[in-house]
């Protein structure tokens, strides 16, 4: 199930890409849209750094 994982990742970092794309465009400029994207930023890195199994994934048999 690796191909799933990617693509779980795939729409979880563009999740955070459009997130962080209508904070740029909506909020106004200062500490409070920074504070936004560093913490999308710091989502987005915890998603890339995290393991490949999920605990919701299915554990093969060993049969």
Same mark, same amino acid.
């Given at each position: 199930? %690796?191909?799933?994982? /990617? =693509?779980? =990742?795939? %729409?979880?970092?563009?999740?955070? *890409? !459009?997130?962080?794309? !209508?904070? /740029? /465009?909506?909020?106004?400029?200062?500490?409070? &849209?920074?504070? %936004?994207? %560093? !913490?999308? *930023?710091?989502?987005?890195? &915890?998603?890339?750094?995290?393991?490949? &199994?999920? &605990?919701?994934? =299915?554990?093969?048999?060993?049969?």
């Amino acid at each position: 199930m %690796v191909l799933a994982e /990617w =693509k779980r =990742k795939i %729409v979880a970092l563009a999740g955070f *890409g !459009l997130l962080a794309g !209508l904070a /740029w /465009w909506t909020m106004d400029p200062g500490r409070g &849209r920074d504070l %936004v994207l %560093v !913490l999308l *930023g710091g989502f987005a890195l &915890r998603v890339m750094l995290t393991a490949g &199994r999920s &605990r919701y994934d =299915k554990e093969e048999s060993p049969e």
